[in-house]
């Protein structure tokens, strides 16, 4: 069985048009997509912005409702639940965002920031919270000192840290990571991949890595899908993205990342 499955998902946009256009613009920012996840497997989702990377996650996370097709879960459908009834697996679902800073309450400390999913969905007394608090932010590299400061007070990778711990807080199944790491440099960002990869050890995580970094399919990901007009393209392996892409735009992709190392780049390159 699958962890997650999207069958011929799509969304469409639309906007009514004005006296000039009167008839209804649409886009389809997913179309008929189909993909699934298997339990523990990591998955990279690359593409062009506006390829519909992030309109898919939302789908998938059941945070907006798809236009048509189905979104399973273990083989359940919740395509159609409520919110009241999606409560039975959000707690399976999380996802770790662009910039988590934004998305923390200011005035909330670690521990409140830690502890709100856990509040939302009536784990234990605050004790227990607090315990789960400190146990999970020694997962993620930090000491139990730390649930006591203020977002303002932490560094870029602590935020960091402490959103892929209020992630994993519920202790999940799967995580969707939308761009996470791409506003920290890269000795940071080699950090915060080896601790993913360390989470899936301990927790039996599974991911979808949202990036437009192929390096890190490459190094991280099981398989890789590209996502062109709403549509995926083109799968491979991760390791095998760099090497053996067969659709244009997967090519036009890879050409598009830089080479540092002048020696490797094409004579023509230069001219």
Request: charged share 25%; with cysteine.
């Amino acid at each position: 069985m699958y962890l997650l499955e999207a069958v011929e998902l799509s969304k469409v946009y639309g906007r009514e048009g004005r006296w000039f256009t009167p008839d209804i613009q649409k886009v389809a920012a997913v179309n008929h997509l189909s993909l699934r996840l298997k339990p523990h497997e990591n998955l990279g989702l690359v593409g062009g912005s506006g390829s519909g990377k992030s309109t898919l996650a939302r789908l998938l996370l059941g945070l907006e409702r798809p236009s048509s097709g189905r979104v399973l879960y273990q083989g359940t459908d919740f395509t159609d639940w409520s919110l009241s009834k999606m409560r039975r697996i959000r707690g399976k679902l999380q996802v770790v965002f662009q910039n988590s800073p934004a998305s923390f309450n200011p005035l909330f400390t670690v521990e409140q920031i830690i502890g709100e999913p856990l509040r939302n969905y009536g784990m234990g007394n605050a004790g227990a919270r607090r315990d789960r608090v400190a146990e999970t932010l020694e997962l993620v590299g930090l000491e139990g000192r730390y649930m006591y400061r203020y977002p303002h007070e932490l560094s870029g990778g602590q935020q960091q840290r402490i959103g892929i711990a209020r992630a994993i807080a519920l202790r999940p199944e799967l995580i969707i990571c939308d761009e996470p790491f791409s506003s920290l440099d890269a000795s940071l960002r080699r950090q915060m991949m080896n601790l993913l990869q360390e989470l899936k050890a301990q927790l039996g995580l599974a991911y979808i890595f949202i990036t437009h970094d192929l390096s890190v399919v490459s190094r991280f990901c099981d398989r890789a899908a590209v996502m062109h007009q709403g549509q995926i393209v083109e799968e491979q392996t991760g390791g095998g993205l760099m090497k053996q892409a067969v659709h244009p735009y997967t090519q036009k992709l890879i050409a598009s990342v830089p080479v540092q190392d002048p020696r490797l780049r094409k004579s023509d390159d230069r001219n």
